[in-house]
């Protein structure tokens, strides 16, 4: 389970105000990624706070009120399909991120980020391999991110009907693929991410 031990290092080097940062939907066919920043309370309480993967959909929407709820500050941020486009997914992925981190209603001062790789922010910030299953601020932040991404699809589903976008979240699925070939690509598909597809 994460814990509080990365915060508390932070802490003991001076900083006061640690967000995790995570984000949800890089590998997805359809749909923005989404980021989130999470600064928790020093021993806050979540019970059954984990990495967003290890949780169920239903587990993952328990969360997602009371870390809003217990959090000093959070905020969730996009980058849409066309700055995937222009950009590639890491990029665009770094920049939701950014948006995310500087959203914050409190700033933060230090980062702490979930992955091998740091985007550019204006605090300092430390790259955390599978961070979301070390850190609460990053496990809270996973959440906070995959529940809004998963809630925005169905919005995308209304907008495009046809492609299932409500059920499978954008994601490559062999009943998605198979939508994409019968209907083509609508303006929600990362062209990018087709081209073995529509080959």
């Known amino acids: 389970m994460p814990d509080f031990e990365l915060e508390n290092s932070c802490i003991t080097n001076g900083f006061s105000r ?57 905020a969730v941020a996009f980058a849409s399909v066309q700055e995937i486009e222009q950009l590639n997914i890491l990029n665009a992925t770094f920049l939701a ?10 700033p933060a001062d230090f980062a702490l980020i979930d992955g091998n790789r740091l985007p550019q922010l204006s605090i300092p910030s430390r790259a955390v391999v599978k961070g979301d299953s070390l850190s609460m601020s990053i496990a809270a932040a996973s959440i906070l991110a995959k529940v809004s991404r998963d809630n925005l699809m169905p919005q995308l589903d209304a907008e495009y009907p046809g492609y299932g976008f409500a059920v499978h979240k954008g994601y490559g699925t062999a009943a998605h693929i198979a939508k994409i070939k019968e209907l083509g690509p609508c303006p929600c598909h990362r062209l990018s991410f087709l081209k073995n597809i529509l080959k």
């Open 97 to 106: 991120m950014s948006r995310a981190v500087q959203a914050l209603q409190i």
């Open 18 to 74: 640690i967000c995790g940062v995570d984000e949800a939907g890089r590998g997805p066919l359809a749909g923005p990624v989404c980021a989130a920043a999470v600064i928790l309370p020093h021993g806050c309480e979540l019970p059954g706070l984990n990495d967003s993967k290890k949780l169920s959909p239903k587990k993952r929407e328990a969360l997602f009120l009371p870390i809003q709820q217990q959090a000093v500050a959070f």
